[in-house]
């Protein structure tokens, strides 16, 4: 790694990047290998890969204890829990969600014909304003799904009272929010139900994987059955459904990550302190900060790139690529403005002001548990100097 000084040191000026391989956003965070291939070895052993075998159940089994919540219905990934859970709480018409996701919150409901409606956020939190989702309640609305961004829990209890006072359903995305909390209680049992994504990219990965938990029985049994083509024993099908099973292999990687959760946490705190202090004082740099009263897996490192900051953001994105820091800009420019929703809710920005403007100032940076503080130091001392010589 070089040491990044002055502007002569840059790899937009023609020096080497600071990176010889690309410093990402998105490394998985990795548990114990040696736990993860023994339990890979029991399912070869056990010869059952799939359909609700032994790790999985236990792997529900975990995630419901550390929650706290009754039921913990594992899927193949968070898009498709997202489209199950919508269809067993009988979303239908609208229902009301943030532009400022990524575009899987909005897809798993057009994606079966219901409308998704974009109501602004609270550009402070980047969640949901309460009173921006009242401003888009008609009478096709039929739910709000709230989403956790960036860990953060939305404002539940403003939520479930909109959703009261209306008779709406409310569920949450919860995709970036396990190990979260909401006024101490874990992420996982507000709302009708709550849906994770247990990707890759996420602090808590299964490779690929996703969950939905509640504490309503009957929703649970609905789910379940639905993942899994309806089938209620053998060649009873009670219910329509589709294919959402998790696999045992990402139930046992779940498993050894879970072992491995709370160390990997830890140093993702570490790594956002770390960064707070290598960008403080970079004018119109402000780095999103969790609250300390919660818990947070600071998985997501967010800098927000402002008006007194001398370069713009998409300048200062291309000047981190160039050092191969692969920065990135999610979920620019919010899910109104991409296909298909732009061109089927054309006017949709014009209630959306904090959303394009939060979308123009986003800058995610490469975090977790595997960058290390001297990565962290050089990325801190490329914005810092291209912050100061645009
Ligand atoms: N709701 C919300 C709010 C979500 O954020 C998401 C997913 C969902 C719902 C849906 O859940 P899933 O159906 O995905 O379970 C990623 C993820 O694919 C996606 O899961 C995630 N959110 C979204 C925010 O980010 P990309 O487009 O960033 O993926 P990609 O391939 O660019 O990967 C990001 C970086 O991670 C790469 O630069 C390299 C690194 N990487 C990635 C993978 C997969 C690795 O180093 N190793 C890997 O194995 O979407």
């Given at each position: 790694m070089k040491e990044i000084r002055g502007p002569r040191d840059l790899a937009i000026n023609g020096a080497p990047p600071a990176f010889a391989e690309?410093?990402?956003?998105?490394?998985?965070?990795?548990?114990?290998?040696?736990?993860?291939?023994?339990?890979?070895?029991?399912?070869?052993?056990n010869q059952w890969v799939t359909n609700n075998g032994p790790m999985v159940q236990e792997f529900e089994q975990r995630v419901a204890e550390r929650l706290g919540v009754k039921h913990c219905v594992a899927m193949c990934n968070g898009t498709i829990a997202l489209e199950i859970a919508i269809r067993a709480l009988g979303l239908e018409g609208?229902?009301?969600?943030?532009?400022?996701?990524?575009?899987?919150?909005?897809?798993?409901l057009y994606w079966q014909g219901i409308t998704p409606v974009f109501a602004d956020i609270d550009p402070a939190t980047h969640n949901l304003d309460p009173a921006?989702?009242?401003?888009?309640?008609?009478?096709?609305t039929s739910g709000i799904i709230g989403v956790h961004l960036w860990g953060r829990a939305a404002p539940i209890a403003e939520l479930q009272a909109i959703?009261?006072?209306?008779?709406?359903?409310?569920m949450f995305d919860a995709a970036h929010a396990f190990g979260s909390s909401y006024h101490g209680q874990n992420i996982g049992s507000f709302g009708a139900c709550e849906v994770f994504s247990f990707h890759a990219t996420k602090a808590f990965n299964t490779m690929?994987?996703?969950?939905?938990?509640?504490?309503?029985?009957?929703?649970?049994?609905?789910?379940?059955?639905?993942?899994n083509f309806g089938f209620?024993?053998?060649?009873?099908?009670?219910?329509?459904?589709?294919?959402?099973?998790?696999?045992?292999?990402?139930?046992?990687?779940?498993?050894?990550?879970?072992?491995?959760?709370?160390?990997?946490?830890?140093?993702?705190?570490c790594n956002h302190f770390e960064y707070k202090q290598a960008l403080a004082g970079i004018p119109g740099i402000t780095v999103l900060d969790y609250n300390p009263a919660e818990r947070?897996?600071?998985?997501?490192?967010?800098?927000?790139?402002?008006?007194?900051?001398?370069?713009?953001?998409?300048?200062?994105?291309?000047?981190?690529?160039?050092?191969?820091?692969l920065a990135r800009r999610y979920f620019w420019p919010g899910c109104h403005g991409i296909l298909p929703y732009r061109d089927l809710l054309p006017?949709?920005?014009?209630?959306?002001?904090?959303?394009?403007?939060?979308?123009?100032?986003?800058?995610?940076?490469?975090?977790?548990?595997n960058i290390s503080t001297d990565q962290i130091r050089v990325v801190g001392d490329a914005i810092r100097v291209v912050a100061s010589t645009s």
């Amino acid at each position: 790694m070089k040491e990044i000084r002055g502007p002569r040191d840059l790899a937009i000026n023609g020096a080497p990047p600071a990176f010889a391989e690309p410093l990402h956003v998105g490394r998985p965070n990795l548990g114990n290998r040696q736990a993860f291939m023994e339990r890979v070895g029991r399912i070869l052993d056990n010869q059952w890969v799939t359909n609700n075998g032994p790790m999985v159940q236990e792997f529900e089994q975990r995630v419901a204890e550390r929650l706290g919540v009754k039921h913990c219905v594992a899927m193949c990934n968070g898009t498709i829990a997202l489209e199950i859970a919508i269809r067993a709480l009988g979303l239908e018409g609208e229902v009301i969600v943030p532009s400022w996701t990524f575009v899987a919150t909005a897809h798993a409901l057009y994606w079966q014909g219901i409308t998704p409606v974009f109501a602004d956020i609270d550009p402070a939190t980047h969640n949901l304003d309460p009173a921006a989702v009242r401003s888009m309640i008609t009478p096709r609305t039929s739910g709000i799904i709230g989403v956790h961004l960036w860990g953060r829990a939305a404002p539940i209890a403003e939520l479930q009272a909109i959703a009261d006072e209306h008779g709406l359903k409310l569920m949450f995305d919860a995709a970036h929010a396990f190990g979260s909390s909401y006024h101490g209680q874990n992420i996982g049992s507000f709302g009708a139900c709550e849906v994770f994504s247990f990707h890759a990219t996420k602090a808590f990965n299964t490779m690929e994987g996703g969950a939905v938990t509640t504490n309503h029985d009957e929703l649970a049994e609905a789910m379940r059955l639905m993942r899994n083509f309806g089938f209620k024993g053998y060649d009873n099908v009670v219910h329509p459904g589709t294919n959402g099973k998790m696999i045992e292999v990402c139930a046992a990687m779940g498993l050894a990550n879970l072992d491995d959760f709370d160390r990997i946490v830890e140093t993702s705190q570490c790594n956002h302190f770390e960064y707070k202090q290598a960008l403080a004082g970079i004018p119109g740099i402000t780095v999103l900060d969790y609250n300390p009263a919660e818990r947070n897996t600071h998985h997501y490192v967010v800098i927000e790139v402002g008006d007194k900051c001398p370069v713009g953001r998409d300048d200062l994105i291309a000047a981190m690529h160039a050092e191969n820091i692969l920065a990135r800009r999610y979920f620019w420019p919010g899910c109104h403005g991409i296909l298909p929703y732009r061109d089927l809710l054309p006017h949709a920005g014009l209630v959306l002001s904090n959303t394009i403007a939060v979308a123009r100032r986003v800058l995610v940076l490469p975090a977790g548990a595997n960058i290390s503080t001297d990565q962290i130091r050089v990325v801190g001392d490329a914005i810092r100097v291209v912050a100061s010589t645009s």
